[in-house]
């Protein structure tokens, strides 16, 4: 392919990738500190499993419901201050605050009690997450019309969220262990959530400070939101969604997304099984801190070494290519787990993680620069911007994946004949769950390597649908 040069007006200033990044870390640091707080909950504050299982599921199907309705209201708002970047300082603070309010339970309190707190506290900070979140991703689509720069500005955001990814495994350290930090689980959430909280609200408003929006001229199919035109309002959300979903380019790399994360989040408990009871005979001393070590040192080779990889090989061989190649290798890496979780050498288990990091380091490296190529040919297609909402029904299927792993997860588990009261497993047992780790997520990604086959927005297709653009209505400004 013949390779196209940025131009100089085109490229992302590094202080403007950094705030974008600081941004990328806050919407990772919520759900990586609540992978590990959600097991206080049961652990720490008593609350029965079924009902801390319903504060799980139904604050994330609301927040599901939510996220293109933020979406279009993002993609509509005018002020003086942009469409997104009033949202994302305001999210930035009540998603901080609701955070920090979120986890300050006490176990002597009725179950009852903190049951109806929790709930409601959920649903506020998921509200305000979307705030934050969906007008956010939206503003990373639009702060770079270039192919290449796409990928390097979220490059640069993949890069600086796994430092969550990194730091989150060593709560469950904080948190468990009473010689060294807190002596009850309970006080060590509270107060790491204030930490959280804080952190996130200084960190999530680095992009609304920082970041340049698009400045589109006035285009002809936009919607004006208003209380009196809300029947009209409500006709072309419906319309936007159908316009979005029938999107071909954009429904694969939503299918793509939807398996390669279904996939690697199926089976992400599965090795803290397999090191706690295949190599450590269900030692949890024994175990140590080896399960906060393998999850920092994914998230690590992901961040220093995948994600350069990945962002070079985009911009020699193109993001399709790229996609398929990272997919590739992120299967031989999962079928190397097989020697690498060795009883007789725990360390083997280090040796694949750099192949298997190219899976989801590569995922949204890649297909999130895709979305914004998709978002250009909307407004060709359509006439209007819409990042807000194809970052939004982007993310809802990664959430439905989610959703759906976890369900996945739980049926594999019972399948392999996994028991959770057992002190040890069975060798048959520990092996089927072995042979799942790895056939589960190669399944999936084949198939997505089959759906990416034909993605048809290439480099030289990307710069024909900029340049048609362009010759509409002229070059936009940030």
Wanted: hydrophobic share 50%; proline share 5%; net charge positive.
């Amino acid at each position: 392919m013949a390779p196209y040069k940025t131009a100089a007006e085109d490229k992302v200033p590094f202080g403007q990738k950094a705030a974008y990044g600081a941004g990328q870390l806050t919407i990772n640091l919520y759900p990586a500190a609540l992978g590990v707080f959600m097991f206080y909950l049961i652990y720490g504050f008593k609350m029965d499993p079924v009902l801390a299982g319903l504060l799980s599921a139904l604050p994330k199907f609301f927040d599901a419901l939510i996220d293109p309705i933020m979406g279009y209201i993002s993609d509509n708002t005018r002020t003086r201050w942009g469409r997104r970047k009033p949202y994302v300082l305001l999210g930035s603070i009540i998603t901080g605050i609701a955070f920090m309010v979120l986890w300050q339970l006490h176990p002597e309190n009725s179950q009852t009690y903190n049951f109806i707190y929790f709930l409601v506290l959920s649903i506020i900070f998921f509200l305000a997450f979307t705030i934050y979140s969906t007008p956010f991703i939206g503003l990373g689509y639009e702060m770079t019309p270039d192919y290449n720069e796409r990928t390097r500005l979220m490059a640069v955001g993949q890069f600086f969220g796994q430092m969550a990814w990194m730091i989150a495994p060593w709560f469950w350290i904080m948190i468990g262990n009473s010689d060294l930090f807190f002596e009850e689980s309970t006080t060590g959430v509270r107060v790491l959530s204030v930490w959280v909280g804080g952190a996130s609200i200084i960190l999530g408003a680095l992009p609304a400070l920082f970041c340049k929006e698009l400045k589109l001229p006035d285009l002809e199919g936009e919607s004006k939101l208003s209380m009196k035109k809300l029947a009209s309002n409500l006709k072309e959300f419906w319309t936007a969604i159908v316009q979005t979903l029938t999107c071909k380019p954009f429904v694969k790399l939503c299918g793509a997304t939807f398996l390669v994360f279904n996939g690697f989040q199926t089976i992400a408990q599965f090795s803290y099984f397999i090191i706690l009871y295949y190599l450590f005979d269900g030692s949890i001393s024994a175990a140590g801190s080896w399960p906060p070590w393998f999850s920092t040192v994914n998230a690590a080779c992901t961040a220093f070494l995948i994600i350069p990889i990945v962002t070079r090989l985009s911009t020699k061989f193109g993001k399709r290519k790229a996609f398929i190649i990272s997919t590739l290798l992120s299967i031989v890496g999962y079928i190397l787990k097989w020697w690498g979780f060795n009883p007789a050498n725990p360390w083997l288990m280090f040796i694949p993680l750099p192949l298997i990091s190219f899976g989801i380091g590569g995922l949204f490296t890649l297909m999130m620069s895709m979305t914004a190529d998709v978002c250009d040919l909307d407004e060709l297609n359509n006439g209007t911007r819409r990042e807000g909402m194809f970052g939004a029904v982007y993310w809802l299927m990664v959430k439905l994946g989610n959703a759906l792993a976890f369900l996945v997860s739980g049926v594999a588990l019972k399948m392999v004949g996994f028991d959770q009261n057992a002190t040890i497993q069975t060798a048959e047992s520990l092996t089927n769950l072995r042979l799942a780790d790895i056939i589960i997520p190669i399944f999936f990604a084949l198939i997505a390597i089959w759906m990416m086959m034909k993605y048809s927005i290439s480099e030289e297709r990307a710069l024909e649908i900029r340049k048609a653009l362009i010759a509409r209505r002229g070059k936009v400004k940030h």
